[in-house]
């Protein structure tokens, strides 16, 4: 069946650092990909989203290309801030399940320090 | 929250008792969902919602039932609550116009989280 995986936290970085966080995927259809982000004590939002391969998602400097070569769809921003530090889920939906399941990673804790 | 609501927020509960979980929407749409979070597995499905008395089970549905008598509102029931059922539980709603399609995209509740001693 459909999988997800995604790189063990915690990611602990300092204010302004590079990230990259690892999300590779093993489906039986063409998977539409996806990254959700859950603050403390909240549910989780859409971060961004690429349906088709070498699509690349965007959105608050956070970007995401689907790689359909290497089933991958790692998520990476230039500059982290404190606020940034949330728990990330890479997660994709499959046409032979209508799209209606999505499967998703265990996530992955981010942790900026000033 | 894009009007959901989840009811109650907290339960700590016994084992072998009955309990129920509602997630309220106020934008009438068709698909609801339930998943619950565990550390080390992410979130898994539960069950679905397509509909009033429309449902379907997801990945993890043994010991859950769920209702949907109206469009707002979807209940999910633990029978008789175990402790691997503690956990937290958050409901979510699709957009109607791309439920069935690759930019489905989910819009979750602020979660319940349940403790079953």
């Known amino acids: 069946g459909d999988s997800v995986t995604q790189m063990e936290g915690p990611v602990t970085l300092s204010e302004e650092a590079c990230l990259t966080i690892?999300?590779?995927?093993?489906?039986?259809?063409?998977?539409?990909l996806f990254w959700y982000v859950q603050y403390p004590g909240e549910g989780l939002q859409l971060l961004l989203k690429a349906t088709k391969a070498d699509d690349k998602g965007s959105n608050k400097g956070f970007e995401a290309t689907y790689r359909k070569e290497t089933t991958s769809f790692h998520l990476e921003k230039g500059s982290v801030q404190v606020s940034d530090s949330a728990v990330y889920f890479c997660?994709?939906?499959?046409?032979?399940?209508?799209?209606?399941?999505?499967?998703f990673g265990t996530g992955t804790r981010l942790l900026v320090s000033p | 929250d894009a009007g959901i609501t989840q009811s109650p927020r907290h339960k700590v509960t016994e084992t072998g008792t009955p309990v129920t979980l509602r997630c309220h929407q106020t934008?009438?749409?068709?698909?609801m969902y339930w998943y619950r979070q565990d550390p080390g597995h992410g979130l898994r499905l539960i069950h679905y919602?397509?509909?009033?008395?429309?449902?379907d089970k997801g990945e993890v549905s043994d010991g859950y039932s769920v209702s949907r008598s109206k469009t707002e509102d979807f209940l999910l029931t633990l029978e008789s609550a175990t402790s691997s059922q503690t956990s937290v539980y958050f409901c979510?709603?699709?957009?109607?116009?791309?439920?069935?399609?690759?930019?489905?995209?989910?819009?979750f509740g602020a979660g319940s989280r349940l403790t079953v001693l």
């Open positions: 997660a994709l939906s499959d046409r032979d399940t209508g799209f209606q399941k999505l499967v």
């Open positions: 690892n999300c590779t995927y093993t489906a039986t259809g063409y998977p539409s």
């Open positions: 919602s397509y509909g009033v008395k429309d449902t």
């Open positions: 934008e009438n749409h068709r698909y």
């Open positions: 979510a709603i699709s957009r109607d116009s791309h439920a069935l399609s690759g930019a489905n995209v989910l819009t």
